[in-house]
């Protein structure tokens, strides 16, 4: 079955390294593929000796050279910390390693010869993480297409950061959840901003997008979710496992925000369409709208804290509205301008991750 790899990890049980692909199905089922590996480095053949004595190790012999034509054997160990630790161990004593910082997991990829897609062969069942889940199958790299699921989502937020509503736009789901006890349309009504967090990680999970996007996402959106779920005591769980995920705010102007969600790709597409290298006068959302779109968003502010205040208070439809409006134009955006399909290209010419492209 030919599927396209969406994120890369490996996970350690009972003292064994295993790689984790996961991704999406030609069929439009989510996997994920779990194969064993042991990681390894080279060193010369001449210093084999003397590496002996800085550590247990095992080895193997093998017909690759050095550049210089010198002979190297493999060295083979059981997790990938051990890499690192055994690589400073060799340096300190003047023993060179070739290819000891090629990551775990891009060394997997690597050695298949898989390159985004991935034809993948062997039995499955399913899990509370994924419709297909592969325990030791046959992997080779793929060729075709395969459609991903992409989340466009947006908030609305009181001036002191309390969520008033997030609207969320996925292929033909599109509502909003909102702190109400009004009956509204396209809506999800709440009884509190808790309960609000808690339909949308469910609903999150539902929905299961391989990609998840919005404008200024991480840096805004995802930095006040995660503040918001300490107040309550809410996981803050965008990925396909069960632990927390990581968001890492970056300030400079050369460094971007990441999020680090298991088994999905968290895409700021502000940040993903200026790293393009599309050129816009500023990279407001009403500015990429009318640039690819012609469209703007459906209400202009002047002072958009207080007027979205006003807006929760006296005119809960619009905010519905304008809120659903942001991560549409978001998706319409990506679409139009063809960025997200180039990714998925490139990641298929590079063997890269959609993040990382």
């Given at each position: 079955?030919?599927?396209?790899?969406v994120?890369?990890?490996?996970?350690?049980?009972?003292?064994?390294?295993?790689?984790?692909?996961?991704?999406?199905?030609?069929?439009?089922?989510?996997?994920?593929?779990?194969?064993?590996?042991?990681?390894?480095f080279?060193?010369?053949?001449?210093?084999?000796?003397?590496?002996?004595?800085?550590?247990?190790?095992?080895?193997?012999?093998?017909?690759?050279?050095?550049?210089?034509?010198?002979?190297?054997v493999?060295?083979?160990?059981?997790?990938?910390?051990?890499?690192?630790?055994?690589?400073?161990?060799?340096?300190?004593?003047?023993?060179?390693?070739?290819?000891?910082?090629?990551?775990?997991?891009?060394?997997?990829?690597?050695?298949?010869?898989?390159?985004?897609?991935?034809?993948?062969?062997?039995d499955?069942?399913?899990?509370?993480?994924?419709?297909?889940y592969?325990?030791?199958?046959?992997?080779?790299?793929?060729?075709?297409k395969?459609?991903?699921?992409?989340?466009?989502?947006?908030?609305?937020?009181?001036?002191?950061?309390?969520i008033?509503?997030?609207?969320?736009?996925?292929?033909?789901?599109?509502?909003?959840?909102?702190?109400?006890?009004?009956?509204?349309?396209?809506?999800?009504?709440?009884?509190?901003?808790?309960?609000?967090l808690?339909?949308?990680?469910?609903?999150?999970?539902?929905?299961?997008?391989?990609?998840?996007?919005?404008?200024?996402?991480?840096?805004?959106?995802?930095?006040?979710?995660?503040?918001?779920?300490?107040k309550?005591?809410i996981?803050?769980?965008?990925?396909?496992d069960?632990?927390?995920?990581?968001?890492?705010?970056?300030?400079?102007?050369?460094?971007?925000?990441?999020?680090?969600?298991?088994?999905?790709?968290?895409i700021?597409?502000?940040?993903?369409?200026?790293?393009?290298?599309?050129?816009?006068?500023?990279?407001?959302?009403?500015?990429?709208?009318?640039?690819?779109?012609g469209e703007?968003?459906?209400?202009?502010?002047?002072?958009?804290g207080?007027?979205?205040?006003?807006?929760?208070?006296?005119?809960q439809?619009?905010l519905?509205?304008?809120?659903?409006?942001?991560?549409?134009?978001?998706?319409?955006?990506?679409?139009?301008?063809g960025i997200?399909d180039l990714?998925?290209?490139r990641?298929s010419?590079?063997?890269?991750?959609?993040?990382?492209?």
């Open positions: 079955m030919l599927g396209f790899i994120d890369a990890t490996y996970r350690i049980k009972d003292g064994r390294a295993y790689v984790c692909l996961f991704g999406r199905l030609k069929n439009g089922e989510s996997f994920l593929t779990v194969n064993y590996l042991r990681p390894y080279f060193i010369l053949e001449k210093d084999l000796k003397t590496a002996s004595k800085v550590d247990n190790f095992e080895y193997e012999k093998c017909r690759y050279k050095n550049f210089d034509g010198e002979k190297v493999k060295v083979v160990l059981d997790i990938p910390k051990d890499v690192v630790e055994m690589r400073k161990e060799l340096s300190e004593k003047k023993i060179k390693s070739y290819e000891a910082d090629i990551r775990f997991v891009r060394r997997f990829l690597m050695d298949k010869n898989i390159q985004g897609y991935v034809d993948i062969d062997g499955y069942e399913s899990n509370e993480e994924v419709d297909r592969y325990l030791e199958p046959e992997l080779k790299g793929g060729k075709g395969v459609d991903l699921k992409v989340l466009s989502m947006d908030i609305e937020t009181s001036p002191k950061d309390e008033y509503s997030i609207s969320v736009v996925c292929g033909d789901y599109k509502k909003v959840l909102i702190d109400s006890n009004k009956k509204l349309k396209k809506a999800i009504s709440c009884k509190s901003e808790e309960d609000l808690e339909r949308f990680f469910l609903l999150l999970q539902e929905l299961d997008p391989d990609i998840i996007t919005g404008w200024n996402l991480i840096d805004f959106d995802l930095k006040v979710i995660r503040k918001r779920c300490k309550y005591e996981p803050f769980r965008f990925g396909k069960f632990g927390e995920s990581r968001l890492t705010i970056k300030k400079g102007f050369f460094d971007s925000s990441t999020m680090k969600a298991t088994g999905r790709q968290i700021d597409a502000m940040d993903f369409l200026r790293r393009s290298f599309v050129k816009l006068t500023d990279y407001k959302l009403d500015t990429a709208a009318e640039h690819f779109l703007k968003k459906l209400v202009e502010f002047t002072d958009k207080k007027e979205i205040t006003e807006l929760f208070e006296k005119n439809q619009k519905v509205d304008y809120n659903l409006k942001d991560s549409q134009l978001v998706i319409d955006i990506l679409d139009k301008s997200l990714t998925i290209k990641s010419l590079t063997g890269l991750l959609l993040s990382e492209v």
